[in-house]
């Protein structure tokens, strides 16, 4: 190796780590924050090293508040987050295969539209799906966060689209001429294929579940059905005293489910994006 080119590796690994360092870094001021008081968060926020850790914010803020434990949250959460998920991922999947694969009136029509939905602002919506879930009588549940997810995000369905795109048709062809329905060729032929763009939804319909604030806060009015992105919230008071450890310190813990997550399935994430941007 030259003397050049040891150059250019050292400042390429200078560079790479002050941009890893300054990503990185609202996460460790967040975990330094939860060991801290109240007074020291603000006061010496420059600093990443506690003078006195507060190891008891962790407990404290798991007490949660007014009797409600920060367990019974993390359990709505994770309601409402696997069964969105799952409604979310199963009927974009069954879209995406209808706009690939089978031909009827007006399907460009429809993908267009269906398109067009993911350039509206959530603003936009927000004030029609409330007054329409407050007459069907799904105030103050989950309905409202889970339900829509079983009638397909737009996002996923191109994702899972243009997967299945490039799937050669020749596949599903010769499990129809052996007697499978449309429906069969679909499920043990094509599923299979899929299974990294749809658990790269997965992942990404987790993520966008488990941070979801606006709508745990529009529908849901009992503390006890509060989601962890709500309940975090609550540590904070204007009107009172804020506790700012406890909430940086349930920050950190609602980081846990999400870091899982992550480095259980993140192959199947870069596997399904690229894939799922070739053309058959």
Request: aromatic share 16%; with cysteine; net charge positive.
């Amino acid at each position: 190796m030259t003397m050049g080119s040891r150059s250019a590796k050292t400042i390429h690994y200078i560079l790479v780590s002050l941009v890893s360092l300054a990503m990185i870094y609202p996460v460790l001021w967040m975990i330094s924050s939860s060991l801290k008081d109240g007074t020291e968060v603000f006061s010496t926020a420059s600093s990443l090293i506690p003078h006195n850790p507060q190891w008891q914010n962790y407990p404290e803020g798991w007490k949660g508040f007014a009797g409600i434990s920060f367990a019974t949250f993390f359990k709505n959460s994770l309601l409402v987050v696997i069964i969105s998920t799952i409604g979310s991922v199963l009927s974009s999947t069954l879209i995406a295969y209808g706009f690939a694969r089978i031909r009827f009136f007006g399907r460009k029509f429809w993908f267009v539209c269906m398109m067009l939905t993911m350039m509206l602002p959530p603003e936009i919506v927000m004030i029609p799906q409330y007054i329409l879930f407050n007459k069907m009588g799904f105030l103050n549940t989950y309905l409202p966060l889970i339900l829509p997810t079983f009638f397909g995000t737009p996002f996923f369905v191109f994702l899972i689209m243009q997967f299945i795109r490039s799937i050669p048709r020749d596949l599903e062809e010769a499990a129809l001429i052996d007697g499978c329905t449309r429906f069969s060729a679909f499920v043990r032929i094509l599923v299979p294929m899929i299974v990294p763009a749809m658990v790269t939804c997965a992942i990404f319909s987790f993520y966008w579940r488990w941070e979801e604030f606006i709508g745990p806060l529009i529908y849901l009015q009992d503390p006890k059905k509060y989601t962890v992105s709500l309940a975090i919230k609550m540590f904070s008071d204007p009107d009172a005293v804020s506790n700012w450890g406890a909430m940086f310190a349930m920050s950190v813990a609602s980081l846990i489910p999400v870091l899982v997550v992550f480095f259980i399935f993140q192959r199947y994430v870069v596997e399904g994006i690229t894939t799922g941007g070739l053309k058959g």
